[in-house]
């Protein structure tokens, strides 16, 4: 079982970066995923989640209208598509997988997730 996050770099404020969270080892489909980031001296909060059955969508308020949450699951995949990047979205970004579903209060659990990938480094420079 295998959580692969890639696609973080260092990029301007205002440009776009698309994380990919690649799955092996087990059926995507049948697994909720979650999208979270930690800052140097913060916790890790989430950024956004997708639901296994209905691709339903939860965000953050500070990334709402700028990233996007999507799942491929023939290619078991899931991504997040950062535009509009700002300097206080540098993080390493995590993905993490749960089996039971989960709603918008409590998403941001970290506890609720069974297994997470390694980080991706995303830097914004000012």
């Known amino acids: 079982v295998q959580l692969q996050a890639s696609g973080g770099g260092l990029v301007q404020t205002g440009n776009s970066l698309r994380l990919s969270c690649a799955a092996s080892?087990?059926?995507?489909?049948?697994?909720?995923i979650g999208w979270f980031r930690q800052a140097p001296g913060k916790g890790r909060e989430g950024v956004s989640y997708?639901?296994?059955?209905?691709?339903?969508?939860y965000y953050d308020e500070s990334v709402k209208g700028r990233f996007i949450i999507s799942r491929n699951n023939a290619k078991s995949t899931v991504y997040l598509q950062m535009n509009s990047l700002k300097p206080e979205d540098t993080a390493v970004y995590y993905c993490a997988f749960d089996r039971e579903p989960l709603d918008d209060s409590t998403w941001r659990h970290t506890g609720e997730y069974e297994y997470w990938g390694q980080g991706t480094q995303v830097t914004v420079s000012s």
């Open positions: 080892g087990f059926t995507l489909e049948y697994y909720a």
């Open positions: 997708i639901s296994s059955s209905d691709d339903t969508t």
